[in-house]
């Protein structure tokens, strides 16, 4: 399984950017896995951002419920993560991650096998 992150980049408080987590692989069905995006700060730890399970429940970090939306696209074995209203704060780089057997603790990194190389996004004042 290899996940391919894009979309990043810099923007202006207030601005929005959408990622996109583009999975392939012999075995990949995006709509089989559980899915998540995380984002790691620069000298902070990984933190959750978004999750959707393999039923297409979503969930949230409390930081960007209605700000961020998760969505996924099944005949692109793609996943996306809309950001509106972004924030300094926001500045981090973001990550994708997957695994076919992950049903519940969505929020936690260990919970997943297949990460993505990451993408900047940048949110300047």
């Known amino acids: 399984v290899k996940l391919v992150e894009s979309g990043g980049g810099l923007v202006q408080a207030g601005g929005s950017l959408r990622l996109a987590c583009a999975g392939s692989g012999v075995t990949f069905t995006i709509s089989n896995y559980a899915m998540a995006w995380f984002r790691q700060a620069p000298g902070k730890e990984r933190e959750f951002v978004a999750h959707m399970t393999w039923s297409a429940n979503a969930g949230y970090a409390d930081s960007v419920k209605d700000r961020f939306s998760i969505s996924r696209d099944n005949a692109k074995n793609t996943m996306y993560l809309q950001m509106n209203t972004l924030r300094p704060e926001d500045t981090a780089v973001y990550y994708c991650?997957?695994?076919?057997?992950?049903?519940?603790?969505?929020?936690?990194?260990?919970?997943?096998?297949?990460w993505g190389q990451g993408t900047q996004v940048r949110v300047s004042s």
């Open positions: 991650a997957a695994d076919p057997y992950t049903t519940d603790n969505y929020d936690r990194p260990d919970k997943y096998t297949y």
